[in-house]
C-alpha cells in the first residue's frame, strides 16, 4: 500500500489517481456502495468490462428516485 502526501492511497501502484487507487484485481465479501455525485465502473480503454459470470448470482441495478 502507497500512501501520496496528498492522501490518495494506492494498493499495487505508486502513483494513485484517486482517493482509492487499485491496481489489479480485488474481491468485495459483502455489498458495494457507491455513494456522492458521479459514480462510474469501467475499465481502460480496449479492456473488457464483466458483470457476472459463470459463478455469480444477480446482478441488480436499482434507482431509488
Known amino acids: ?3 501520496q502526501s496528498s492522501g490518495n492511497i ?3 501502484t505508486t502513483t494513485p489517481l484517486a482517493k482509492l487507487d487499485v491496481n489489479g484485481s480485488a ?3 459483502g455489498s ?3 455513494y456522492g455525485g458521479a459514480r462510474s465502473i469501467q ?3 480496449n479492456n473488457s468490462l464483466t458483470l457476472g459470470g ?4 444477480n446482478i441488480v441495478l436499482n434507482n431509488p428516485a
Open 1 to 3: 500500500m502507497y500512501l
Open 10 to 12: 494506492g494498493i499495487g
Open 27 to 29: 474481491t468485495v465479501g
Open 32 to 34: 458495494l456502495t457507491l
Open 43 to 45: 475499465t481502460t480503454s
Open 54 to 57: 459463470t459463478t455469480t448470482g
